[in-house]
């Protein structure tokens, strides 16, 4: 082997990250953009404020180590105590702290169990860290088999409610069954709680198996600036902190995060009323899809998934109108919806109903020419 070889050799990115895709969804710039499940309210005016004032003298700093200040305001927020035994890790956006959970508990060959479709970063963290996904089907319902899961004795287990990409919530029975039941750690993606009429945060105090992981990208408005957490058993935060590593949550992040939990109408009341409209909105614009001749999945999230064989053309007219929707496709069969449509769906954030009404007049055209 020459020498030029071997420095070959040394230059190879490791194997799992050489067969990795970059994240690259269709991201045209368009009047209405409703392919990021984001608030298209906008952030709280709370958080604004804060971030223009913390700006001058905490830029030059590192921000907290841990984010301690975050830490108290969101397990107040969840009416979580440490005196519980309770404890939080943040991190930039909750994907910080989904890696790190994963890099934490998993050794290289353990396998992670999730129900499919799900999450596009679970497989690739998954990966990433050195694990294998191990991918089971959702029912033709949209269920999602508690038993399953359980079976499969994986190191972790990953639960998403709601979930994306299909806003369908998992019934209280078959998250408490798998909480109850699995092997190893059980990772609850609640990125979406602030709009699901029913949460299952505070089974965290039930088990010590159990990491549920929030954001402030969704309800809260902050996704440009990165922050999400974990909370659980001090055990398992304290492992997922030392996998995370110091200084993740920067200093202008954890103001304006802080701020959005403050009690008031323009923090933690601007959200609230903000995540109602979504609800609201999101069953005006279901019914309105319905008439469509669209079969929108039930949703408990801040938006729509809508299987039709035709969402890769449909997007693109849209797309030709400046409205921006996800289109998927490659979807596993085993929704029966989704099997009709041959794996192909469209995926629809919910927003005031000023864009949705836009939205609507681009799909009828779409529809008719797609
Ligand atoms: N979990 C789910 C289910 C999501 O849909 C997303 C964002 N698309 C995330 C986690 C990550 O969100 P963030 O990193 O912005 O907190």
């Not at 994240?23 to 952030?43: F, I």
């Not at 804060?50 to 927020?77: G, K, Q």
């Not at 929704?335 to 007049?361: F, N, Q, T, Y």
């Amino acid at each position: 082997m020459s020498v030029d070889d071997r420095r070959a050799g040394l230059l190879q990115p490791r194997t799992a990250v050489r067969g990795l895709p970059l994240y690259a969804p269709d991201v045209a710039p368009c009047a209405v953009d409703v392919s990021e499940n984001v608030n298209l309210w906008g952030s709280p005016p709370a958080s604004l404020r804060a971030v223009t004032s913390a700006a001058p003298e905490r830029m030059n700093r590192y921000p907290s180590l841990y984010s301690t200040p975050l830490r108290d305001a969101v397990l107040a927020y969840l009416g979580l105590s440490e005196a519980n035994g309770i404890g939080l890790v943040s991190g930039c956006g909750s994907d910080d702290v989904l890696d790190a959970a994963i890099r934490a508990f998993g050794e290289a060959g353990d396998e992670v169990a999730f129900a499919a479709p799900t999450f596009v970063m679970i497989p690739i963290f998954t990966r990433l860290n050195g694990l294998v996904p191990a991918v089971l089907p959702m029912g033709p319902n949209y269920e999602v088999d508690p038993q399953r899961l359980v079976d499969r004795r994986a190191k972790i287990t990953y639960l998403c409610t709601p979930n994306n990409p299909t806003s369908t919530a998992m019934t209280r029975e078959a998250v408490e069954y798998v909480v109850d039941h699995a092997a190893g750690l059980v990772v609850l993606d609640e990125a979406y709680a602030e709009f699901a009429p029913d949460v299952f945060t505070s089974l965290v105090t039930r088990s010590e198996r159990l990491l549920v992981t929030r954001t402030f990208s969704k309800a809260f408005g902050l996704a440009g600036l990165r922050v999400g957490y974990g909370v659980g058993s001090t055990a398992i935060v304290e492992a997922v902190t030392r996998a995370r590593g110091p200084y993740k949550v920067n200093a202008l992040a954890e103001a304006a995060a802080v701020a959005a939990l403050s009690e008031g109408p323009d923090a933690l009341g601007w959200v609230t009323a903000r995540a109602a409209d979504a609800v609201t909105i999101r069953e005006r614009l279901a019914s309105a899809l319905r008439e469509l001749g669209l079969e929108p999945a039930p949703s408990a999230g801040n938006f729509l998934f809508v299987p039709t064989s035709r969402a890769p053309a449909i997007a693109r007219e849209m797309r030709q109108r400046s409205v921006l929707v996800r289109a998927l496709s490659g979807l596993p069969h085993d929704i029966a919806g989704v099997k009709a449509a041959d794996g192909h769906a469209l995926r629809i954030g919910v927003g005031p109903w000023e864009s949705m009404e836009r939205l609507l007049e681009a799909l009828r055209e779409a529809l008719a020419c797609a």
